[in-house]
């Protein structure tokens, strides 16, 4: 067992370590550690600052060092050396937590209680002008496009630092209900009034619920409905964009087989896309073929010596003279080419 002297031995036992002793300082307690993410810049965050501060010396068991109950000792040499190197700790946590703009003020402070009282009677004492402020952010403050977690959780903390403000102290008469009741119907409302138009349809029914919500239970309303428009969205969005892709695949379909297959070449025409047997030049035009150019049209019906026949262009490959067939002498040259 730690701190037993073993039998016949004359070694000195070990020393016994109380984790519970506020003097007891674990190896990651150093001067350089912060031991809160965010510094101290003046009255307008010192109530929060204050928070965080105490619960971190708390957890460490120095709590005692800055609100005075645990003192310096004075008729032990080996503790009050070491409440003075805890003392140093401590103080080194303090100011490392404020900005430097206030670190000069208090750096030459060895009293880290006396660090603490200073701190306290400079930046605790809020003015109008900080109440004011803080109250125009509370109703000014708008969702303009946030998420409502985002836009509530903004809201939530500048209605504790107002509260914390104005220090309200307790109380337990009727009077104090009726203003507890008013005081939750305003952030009702100013929950609600904040809002992005999207939600005027949740709104008005929340606000024809009898009795009206607190507003905690207001914001998971939204928040359901919230996430039910995202739902909506992303569904017509998928439909969308399968639609567009049918559509898509359907006129690659009909352009691929307009264009016919482009590996094969017509010996008459000399156009790819087909043989000589589907030329069209040979077998007809088909009556919903649609030309580039009108004129190039042979089923287009013409007068010439109030004559009207249908002929087809043929060019030999030997001279650029032009020989036109009826339809019936056409129609013979075929049978002979069967």
């Given at each position: 067992m730690v701190g037993e002297t073993p039998s016949g031995s004359g070694s000195k036992s070990p020393e016994r370590y109380d984790f519970d002793d506020p003097l007891f300082l674990h190896p990651s307690d150093n001067g350089v550690v912060s031991v809160i993410s965010f510094k101290l810049t003046g009255t307008e965050n010192y109530r929060i600052w204050k928070i965080s501060m105490t619960r971190a010396l708390k957890g460490r068991n120095k709590l005692g060092f800055v609100d005075k109950t645990f003192p310096k000792p004075s008729d032990d040499e080996t503790k009050i050396h070491k409440w003075e190197r805890v003392?140093?700790?401590?103080?080194?946590?303090?100011?490392?937590?404020?900005?430097?703009?206030?670190?000069?003020?208090?750096?030459?402070?060895?009293?880290?209680?006396?660090?603490?009282?200073?701190?306290?009677?400079?930046?605790?004492?809020?003015?109008?002008?900080?109440?004011?402020?803080?109250?125009?952010?509370?109703?000014?403050?708008?969702?303009?496009?946030?998420?409502?977690?985002?836009?509530?959780?903004?809201?939530?903390?500048?209605?504790?630092?107002?509260?914390?403000?104005?220090?309200?102290?307790?109380?337990?008469?009727?009077?104090?209900?009726?203003?507890?009741?008013?005081?939750?119907?305003?952030?009702?409302?100013?929950?609600?009034?904040?809002?992005?138009?999207?939600?005027?349809?949740?709104?008005?029914?929340?606000?024809?619920?009898?009795?009206?919500?607190?507003?905690k239970t207001a914001f998971s309303i939204v928040s359901r409905e919230e996430s039910h428009q995202k739902g909506g969205s992303v569904s017509q969005t998928s439909t969308k964009s399968q639609a567009t892709a049918f559509v898509g695949k359907f006129n690659d379909q009909k352009r691929n087989k307009f264009r016919g297959n482009s590996n094969l070449?017509?010996?008459?025409?000399?156009?790819?896309?087909?043989t000589i047997e589907r030329c069209y030049k040979l077998i007809g035009f088909p009556k919903d073929f649609k030309f580039k150019n009108e004129s190039q049209n042979p089923n287009k019906t013409f007068s010439s010596n109030n004559s009207v026949s249908s002929d087809l262009d043929i060019k030999t490959n030997s001279s650029s003279e032009k020989f036109f067939l009826t339809s019936e002498q056409y129609n013979k040259f075929l049978s002979l080419i069967n």
């Open positions: 003392n140093a700790v401590v103080c080194s946590w303090i100011l490392g937590s404020i900005s430097e703009s206030l670190y000069a003020n208090h750096a030459c402070s060895d009293n880290a209680s006396d660090i603490w009282s200073e701190l306290s009677e400079t930046y605790s004492k809020a003015d109008g002008s900080v109440i004011f402020n803080v109250h125009q952010k509370i109703n000014s403050l708008t969702q303009n496009g946030l998420s409502v977690a985002k836009y509530y959780s903004k809201l939530d903390a500048l209605w504790k630092e107002f509260e914390g403000l104005i220090n309200l102290s307790e109380c337990t008469c009727e009077a104090s209900t009726d203003f507890v009741n008013h005081s939750k119907l305003m952030k009702l409302m100013q929950f609600l009034s904040g809002l992005d138009d999207t939600f005027s349809q949740v709104k008005s029914h929340i606000l024809l619920t009898e009795p009206l919500p607190n507003v070449q017509c010996k008459n025409c000399g156009l790819k896309g087909h």
